[in-house]
């Protein structure tokens, strides 16, 4: 098979992927947003889809960079190893939302990678750079690390609207959250476009 035509496949399949992690992922983004009927399920969708898009011009594309020369030994990546970690991703993602599991899109996608690279090559392909060995580090850390982070600043927020909002009438919170909703799914939706999008940025790059 011509080179052009398997790099142009895997792009296609990578594109796949990122849009099963859209109906897998960014919908978190947007529910509070379409269940208390702040906004149509057809307009919530173009307000996440804008947001997730300006993500990478705002915020740099470092997790791009990550995933695409600090997770696996990039001389040991071929082709086929990219098409497996792909299809695994993706099988994952199927799987997990025919059956409603939260599951991370982002675990799957360099679940399937790094499994791909190591059936190739073996463990060498993890270990073998020192780039790599703290990427996992890094990577592993945080899927402990943030969701601590995210209790931690949730309780505190909560908190701190309860001691703020103590003295407002139900009808005048009601109308002020349903405003500030706008504002945390287009703040969700930068933090995807940031962050979960830009992996498959990041498998892209090494296809290219």
Same mark, same amino acid.
């Given at each position: ?6 790099? @142009?496949?895997?792009? &296609? ?8 992690? /859209?109906? =897998? ?12 009927? *702040?906004? +149509? ?17 705002? %915020? ?6 990550? *995933?695409?020369?600090?997770? $696996?030994? $990039?001389?040991? *990546? ?9 299809? &695994? ?14 599951? +991370?899109?982002? =675990?799957?996608?360099?679940? /399937? ?17 020192? /780039?790599? @060995? ?7 850390? %945080? ?15 909560? *908190?701190?609207?309860?001691? $703020? ?23 969700? +939706?930068?933090? =995807? &476009? ?9 498998? $892209?790059t090494t296809v290219l």
């Amino acid at each position: 098979m011509e080179p052009l035509v398997v790099v @142009v496949a895997l792009i &296609g399949i990578a594109l796949l992927f990122d849009y099963i992690n /859209g109906f =897998h992922d960014a919908a978190n983004s947007i529910a509070t947003v379409v269940s208390t009927r *702040v906004l +149509s399920p057809g307009k919530a969708v173009i307000w996440a889809a804008f947001f997730n898009f300006v993500a990478a011009f705002a %915020f740099g594309t470092a997790v791009a960079s990550t *995933v695409g020369k600090g997770m $696996i030994d $990039i001389s040991l *990546v071929t082709f086929g190893v990219i098409f497996a970690g792909l299809c &695994g991703a993706i099988a994952l993602d199927l799987i997990t939302w025919w059956l409603g599991l939260p599951t +991370s899109s982002s =675990h799957a996608l360099i679940g /399937g990678y790094a499994g791909a690279a190591v059936t190739k090559a073996g463990l060498v392909a993890v270990t073998g750079c020192p /780039g790599c @060995v703290r990427g996992w580090t890094k990577t592993l850390s %945080f899927i402990v690390i943030s969701p601590m982070i995210g209790l931690l600043a949730g309780l505190t927020l909560m *908190v701190a609207i309860y001691w $703020i909002c103590r003295r407002m009438t139900p009808a005048r919170v009601d109308r002020w959250f349903r405003r500030l909703q706008l504002l945390s799914a287009a703040l969700f +939706s930068l933090n =995807h &476009g940031a962050n979960d999008a830009q992996k498959t940025m990041g498998i $892209i790059t090494t296809v290219l």
